[in-house]
C-alpha cells in the first residue's frame, strides 16, 4: 500500500544538496533529517540512496520493514535557509 504526504517547508534548502546522480530531483536533505527522528523512536534506518524519482530510506522495527522516499521540487521564489 502506498501513502503519499505532500509538504511544503522551508526548513530545507534543497540547493544545497548533494545532486541527485540520475536527475536534479531533492528530498535527500529531508531523509536524512526523518532517518534521525526516526532512530529516536528504536526505528533503525538506512543512508538516502538515489533512484530515478528522487531518494529513498528504509526503516525497519518489530519485524516491519518500510521504505520511504522523498522527491521535491526546488521553489526558486521560496526563501533560503542560510
Known amino acids: 500500500m502506498t501513502h503519499l504526504v505532500y509538504i511544503t517547508t522551508t526548513k ?4 544545497k ?3 541527485n546522480p ?3 530531483t531533492a528530498g ?4 536524512l533529517w ?4 526516526l532512530t529516536k523512536g528504536d526505528w533503525h534506518t538506512t543512508e ?3 533512484e530515478d524519482w528522487g531518494w529513498f530510506i528504509t526503516a525497519d522495527k518489530d519485524g516491519s520493514s518500510y521504505m520511504v522516499g522523498a522527491s521535491g521540487e526546488i521553489d526558486d521564489d521560496a526563501p533560503t535557509t542560510d
Open 48 to 50: 538516502p540512496d538515489a
Open 28 to 31: 535527500k536533505t529531508l531523509l
Open 34 to 37: 526523518l532517518g534521525e527522528e
Open 22 to 24: 540520475y536527475n536534479p
Open 12 to 15: 530545507f534548502d534543497s540547493r
Open 17 to 19: 544538496e548533494e545532486p
